[in-house]
């Protein structure tokens, strides 16, 4: 006998004592597929025999399986299993995980299993248990099916054990190996001309053979390489159900489509096979004109449609389509419950104002990685949630067919000719009959906790996993939700830069000569410097206008966002905000960027001064706070001093703190040079220095004399308040070259300037064992004052403070980079919210780090 | 950081006995902190100056120092006052340098260490939280004659206001050694910061030192708090013996400190609003409570106290807040049976969570208040959308009652935290709109004395569904 088993199933060994089961499953399954009732004694026991420990032992048992059978992994079950309440428990088990049942029954003559049982040396059953457990078997076996086993196997002889072949298929809805590229085509309803005219539009070629006795034959020839896939409800309510089976069924005939069904299907097929149901919801019309058809044609379109199955799941996994959309966990599995949720979805059991089900918002807590396209209800306009799509757009209800194309994410459709059938609810907005663009409308993607907490691995292009630890998390968690700006607008938090390795110039911290060197050693031979300006971090997002924002970020009111770099509204006052979002929008405009860049929206990466600006705090609790008590605690010291010198030789204390003196005032300088007042939007400087991304693409494949002088196009000479950032190209293979760095660095710091930023000129760089730094900070002797406090430049100061450690520091850069592009490479690609916030999020998490805040 | 100590007691250069320092030399000693010079800018029979000049190091501050890192790291940063101000460090230092002195005794004048002198301290500067006012009110009490000078924060930057720090002069006639220990008790009490962990240790050199002038003093909590650094424990214990007296009622101290920071100084108005949200939760027959944002456990603590409540699910965004609710509540030593009843979780009202599904009834005590506007949608869903408890209490400020705390600056808000404070209608405004929404009756209730005019301090609302 060949035992066909699905590749996902539950299968129960069914058999008394000695009736070979262990022997068969030990022939035909791995053995980690095999969980046995022996095995699982033992383990809370240290005896396979113990049978006080029989209950424990199941409740293990049922575990394993449960999370094998969570995991979609075969499972066999190797015990007795004779009576019927104990296979009920696994049949619940594989129906709670969407998995089918299989039973092979051991029937083997009694004879057989007593003379096993003799030869047996680790325990002996007894005769009359045997004989029990036989008899409870053959009383039950007729009604394993009724029990909700799928596939029951017989095996009535030694023999039949041993020669029984197990093979193992693949599930219907697997269609995995496909790879399309796919156009999936939401509810037809039975409008074939809508149909034609849209696969016209998306280059099929349909012909339409004469009438003959069996009525039109349709012949669908795709282009070179694509497949359609038809998301069911072709029939009901429209103009021409049969033709647009005819069509169906001519194309999934010849392999040019795949076609799953609707309940609307599922609905006709038992009308056709003349079971009772209600002739309501367009059912009639499809009843009517099938009616008319030349004979046999109703019989072979009942057969198609009671074959088509509920779900595929496409291109390696990538890909589900089912009518009415798929829970991860049901997706790839083959039950009663996924076929009706394949069909119907889900509803809360709520009936809304017009008497329809309130659907369950299954796509709102939709995680998984598959791409879900599905229609069932119809939407104005359809919308990425999550990682999933409705294209079902209404067209028999005068709205339009709707056609996504896969890969490529496009969607492509056709307007209905007219209004075919009045839906019970009005789907579109009133007046407006084939809306182009769509509100917020009713999709909902509000993150869910557990896309944040605990410990997180991320995966990035650039940079592997990063992981993040659980005490990260929960610190992030907390500034996320207190100070965080609506996460929409959150596709990119900057990275830390580390600054060079310290410097053994004499009253130096920090010289170039180290950057260069680095990148030098990396094997990269060309970096770029910028001046770096002190101000403060700022990502700005601006997009084209309010209904772009709307579209593109799900924010309403507003046309963009300037945020710091842990993600917190820059400006406490909006009207700041707007002001200077229309000062760029206005640059971008004159710059011609969105029709350069095919844009709606762009992500930019600037310093915003003064520092006053967004540290005014900071600035006045600390940095004035030390330098005023400086001032007045060393005059008087000075004072005292100086008063003492008559009296007693106190020359060293004197001419240490002349030095500390000059040293406060110098640290003055410093910060003040960073301060103005700001009235209004006119006093602030914003000095873009990376296009981060636009539609469709994340410039980091350019360079960065590219990025600045591209972002030089926003920045008028005038000196408004977009600021053009200085910078120079330097080859660290050539002394002359770095020299020149060098000279540039002494002539921007003695200026007062914070220092340089050196980077790779490519913006994301390679060195042999992988990624280099994407910056490194140089800053001049000055302005350390801030970092390092007024005194550091003292000798016994500057000494000690050389040692400083960075291997931290640039591990953080380089995961905080991988991070930052990688939310942005996922916004650009429409993946979904919790997917981009969760880069962002690990970003803000890794920062909670301790690491020296000097760096 | 520079003190000076001057006296005209003649002859004035006396002092040095005192002060076991030789007014003829430098003197330098090596701390654990940097380096503390003593010296004598004038020594005259008719007038002599001690100064002691303290070097905190400034990068030992941050790398070497093993103690606490001070209120937001203040302690451990290069750019620090420490150098410049008197502080715990100064303590340390008189303690070392001026021991003797400190304890009142002196080797070559005995008598003169027990007798009241004319002295002169002068610091330069002294970091004074709480301003002018507050040296006053700790220095004037013990009988000295205070003078300060203040500095702007930046005198390039005048709109930034004035500085913390004061250049105090305290003239009096008393003991050398009164002098010294009011200057080692009262100089972190005005800094309100100290550099190493506050222990057992500290109850006992505070009652040491204080013994003869500190329990009479006017401002004796406020000194015992800020010098044990708001360790309530500690606090009352010394409190206890300081005073002689049982105290009994936390809240005294706690109330000293928060009068500081908070203008809700009504402690009614917090315990009123603890029992409204109570009887609403009540009332509503709720069994299985969340209390969203339940920050350090003030309701938690009732609810557990009433059986009706027989699961309790404290939810919080700071891990902090909840590890002192937990220590509040004392879960670990609970009753199992009590303890099965309650259940801290760190969350989000930003995020959504199926763990708070199916609940009775929900506390959202002065919380909204703490949210951006823009997020309060988040919120809206999260919390009535998703978690949708039958009941949701929700408190928050009044803004219009505002102008009824004295201490509140017009303008204001209660706390520097909140995003925003609503006005009666704004509140019901926005409340009535959310219960349309998400299908919830609303009924608004006042919490604390209600004014004719500008309400009530709190507004309550109300949702059932």
Redo the contacts between chains.
């Keep these: 006998m060949t035992i066909e088993i699905p590749e996902l199933a539950l299968v129960i060994l069914i058999g008394p004592s000695g009736s070979g089961k262990s022997t068969f499953a030990r022939k035909h399954f791995k053995p980690t597929e095999i969980i046995t009732s022996d095995l699982c004694r033992a383990l809370v026991a240290d005896d396979e025999n113990a049978q006080d420990a029989t209950a424990a032992a199941f409740e293990v048992l049922h575990l394993i399986a449960s999370k094998r059978l969570e995991g979609g992994r075969l499972t066999v079950i190797d015990a007795t299993n004779v009576q019927p309440e104990s296979r009920k428990s696994l049949v619940e088990l594989a129906k709670k995980y969407y998995c089918l049942v299989v039973g092979i029954v051991f029937d083997v003559p009694e004879r057989v299993m007593i003379d096993r049982n003799k030869q047996r040396t680790d325990r002996i059953v007894r005769q009359d248990v045997i004989h029990r457990q036989r008899d409870q078997m053959r009383r039950s076996q007729r009604f394993l099916k009724r029990e909700g086993f799928r596939y029951v196997f017989t095996l009535e002889s030694e023999e039949a054990v041993n020669a029984a072949i197990v093979e193992r298929k693949p599930l219907w809805v697997n269609r995995r190996d496909q790879h399309g590229p796919f156009d999936i085509i939401g509810d037809i309803h039975g409008c074939l001309d809508e149909l034609c005219s849209l696969l016209g539009t998306l280059g099929y070629d349909v012909a339409v053979e004469a009438e003959g006795l069996q009525g039109p034959q349709y012949h669908v020839t795709p282009p070179p390489g694509r497949k359609l896939i038809f998301l069911g409800d072709l029939v009901d309510r429209g103009p021409n159900t049969p033709g647009v089976l005819r069509l169906v069924m001519s194309a999934v005939a010849s392999g040019a489509a795949l076609c799953v069904p609707g309940n609307h299907e599922q609905k006709l097929v038992r009308a056709l096979q003349g079971r009772n149901v209600q002739v309501t919801h367009g059912l009639a019309e499809s009843l009517g004109q099938l009616s008319e058809q030349p004979s046999g044609f109703k019989e072979r379109a009942a057969e198609f449609l009671d074959r088509l199955i509920s779900h595929y799941v496409l291109d390696d996994g990538k890909l589900v389509v089912a009518h009415a959309g798929l829970r991860q966990e049901m997706q790839g599995r083959a039950s009663g419950r996924v076929r009706d949720f394949a069909l119907y979805g889900e509803t809360t059991g709520e009936t809304d104002e017009f008497g329809l089900p309130v659907r369950y918002n299954w796509a709102a807590e939709y995680r998984g990685r598959a791409t879900v396209v599905y229609g069932h209800t119809p939407v104005p306009e359809p919308a990425w949630v999550n990682n999933t799509i409705n294209v079902d757009t209404g067209c028999v209800f005068g709205g339009r067919l709707t056609a996504l194309r896969y890969p490529e994410r496009e969607l492509v459709s056709v307007a209905a000719a007219r209004t075919y059938y009045e839906p019970a609810k009005p789907f579109l907005p009133e007046g407006d009959q084939a809306p182009t663009t769509s509100g917020p409308g009713d999709y909902?993607d509000?993150?869910?906790?557990?896309?944040?907490?605990g410990k997180r691995i991320v995966q990035t292009r650039l940079f592997r996993n990063v992981t993040v630890p659980e005490e990260n998390a929960?610190?992030a968690?907390?500034v996320?939700?207190?100070f965080a700006?609506?996460?929409h607008w959150l596709i990119y938090l900057p990275p830390t830069m580390s600054p060079s390795e310290t410097s053994t110039e004499p009253g130096l911290l920090e010289h170039p000569a180290q950057a260069f060197a680095y990148y030098r050693k990396q094997g990269i031979p060309k970096v770029v410097c910028e001046e770096k300006h002190m101000g403060s971090r700022a990502v700005v997002i601006i997009c084209k206008d309010e209904q772009a924002a709307q579209k593109r970020f799900r924010v309403t009111g507003g046309i963009g966002s300037i945020y710091t770099r842990t993600g917190r509204?820059f400006f406490a006052d909006r009207a700041v905000e707007a002001d200077l979002l229309q000062r760029v929008h206005a640059a971008v405009d004159r710059a011609g960027w969105w029709e350069e860049l095919h844009t709606d929206w762009i992500c930019l990466d600037c310093e915003l001064m003064p520092w006053s600006a967004k540290a005014q705090d900071l600035?006045?609790n600390?940095?004035?706070?030390?330098?005023?008590?400086?001032?007045?605690?060393?005059?008087?010291?000075q004072?005292?001093?100086d008063?003492?010198s008559a009296?007693?030789?106190?020359g060293d204390?004197l001419a240490k703190n002349r030095l500390r003196v000059e040293a406060v005032s110098g640290y003055?300088d410093a910060y003040?040079r960073y301060?103005w007042?700001v009235e209004s939007v006119r006093d602030l400087r914003l000095a873009p220095f990376h296009l981060l991304a636009t539609e469709g693409a994340v410039h980091i494949d350019k360079d960065h004399a590219w990025h600045m002088e591209k972002v030089a196009e926003l920045c008028t000479p005038d000196g408004d308040v977009l600021m053009r950032t200085a910078f120079k190209v330097v080859d660290v293979t050539d002394p002359a070259s770095e020299q020149e760095g060098t000279r540039w660095w002494e002539e921007v710091t003695s200026r007062g300037g914070e220092g340089m930023v050196v980077k790779p000129l490519e913006f994301v760089a390679h060195a042999a064992k992988g990624i280099v730094q994407p910056a490194v900070k140089c800053r001049g002797r000055e302005y350390l004052r801030?970092?390092?406090?007024?005194?550091?430049t003292l000798p016994e100061?500057l000494d000690?403070?050389r040692a400083r450690g960075l291997g931290l520091k640039r591990s953080l850069a380089m995961r905080e980079f991988a991070l930052g592009i990688e939310s942005l490479e996922r916004f650009v690609r429409h993946e979904p919210l919790h997917r981009v916030h969760e880069c962002a999020f690990a970003v803000l998490a890794l920062e909670s780090e301790p690491v020296d805040p000097?760096l | 950081m520079l003190l000076t100590i001057t006296t005209t007691h003649q002859p004035a250069t006396d002092l040095g006995y005192l002060l076991h320092k030789n007014p003829g030399r430098l003197q330098t000693a090596e701390l654990s902190m940097g380096k503390a010079h003593v010296f004598y800018p004038e020594a005259t029979p008719g007038r002599c100056t001690a100064a002691l000049l303290l070097e905190v190091d400034p990068v030992a501050l941050v790398r070497n120092r093993k103690g606490p890192g001070g209120d937001a790291g203040t302690l451990k940063q290069y750019v620090n006052d420490r150098p410049y101000v008197a502080s715990s460090f100064l303590s340390v230092a008189i303690a070392q340098v001026f021991g003797s002195a400190m304890g009142g005794r002196s080797k070559d004048r005995p008598e003169l260490a027990e007798t009241p002198i004319p002295l002169e301290a002068t610091i330069a500067v002294l970091p004074c939280r709480g301003g002018e006012p507050l040296l006053r009110r700790i220095f004037e009490p013990v009988g000295y004659t205070v003078t300060a000078q203040g500095y702007p924060l930046d005198a390039t930057f005048q709109d930034w206001g004035e500085s913390p720090y004061f250049t105090v002069t305290l003239q009096a006639t008393c003991r050398l050694s009164d002098l010294l220990r009011h200057l080692y008790v009262l100089v972190p009490v005005m800094d309100r910061e100290k550099h190493y962990w506050i222990t057992q240790d500290e109850v006992e050199k505070l009652l040491r030192l204080g013994a003869d002038w500190l329990p009479s003093h006017p401002e004796r909590e406020l000194i015992v708090d800020r010098y044990l650094k708001h360790q309530r424990r500690l606090t009352r214990a010394a409190l206890e013996r300081l005073i002689e007296e049982d105290v009994d009622d936390p809240e005294v101290v706690i109330a000293a400190r928060d009068a500081e920071e908070i203008p809700e100084t009504d402690m009614t108005l917090r315990e009123q609003r603890l029992g409204s949200v109570l009887a609403a939760l009540k009332g509503g027959g709720a069994s299985r409570v969340l209390d969203l944002g339940c920050g350090e456990g003030a309701l938690l603590k009732p609810l557990l106290a009433d059986q009706q409540f027989q699961e309790i699910v404290g939810m919080d965004v700071s891990m902090r807040a909840l590890d002192i609710a937990k220590e509040r509540l004392n879960l670990e030593r609970l009753p199992e049976r009590q303890a099965r009843r309650i259940k801290l979780l760190q969350g989000s009202l930003m995020y959504r969570d199926q763990r708070l599904q199916g609940y009775d009834a929900a506390a959202v005590m002065e919380v909204i208040e703490h949210l951006d506007p823009p997020r309060l949608a988040a919120f809206e869903r999260v919390v009535f959308h998703y978690a949708k408890p039958g009941t949701v209490v929700v408190t928050t400020p009044n803004i219009e009652y505002n102008v009824k705390f004295p201490t509140l600056a017009a303008g204001h808000l209660r706390h520097e935290d909140h995003r925003f404070e609503w006005t009666r209608l704004e509140f019901q405004a926005w409340a009535n709109r959310v219960g349309t929404e998400r299908k919830y009756a609303v009924r608004f209730l006042p919490v604390g004395t209600e004014d004719p005019e500008v309400g009530a301090p709190t507004q309550m609302a109300v949702f059932t569904q």
């Design positions: 909902e509000l993150l869910e906790l557990t896309d944040v907490i929960t610190a968690l907390e996320m939700s207190r700006i609506d996460p509204p600035l006045r600390q940095y004035a706070a030390v330098g005023s008590a400086a001032t007045a605690a060393l005059a008087a010291v004072g005292a001093l008063q003492t009296i007693v030789d106190v204390l003055l003040r301060c007042p801030i970092i390092y406090g007024p005194e550091y100061n000690r403070l000097r």
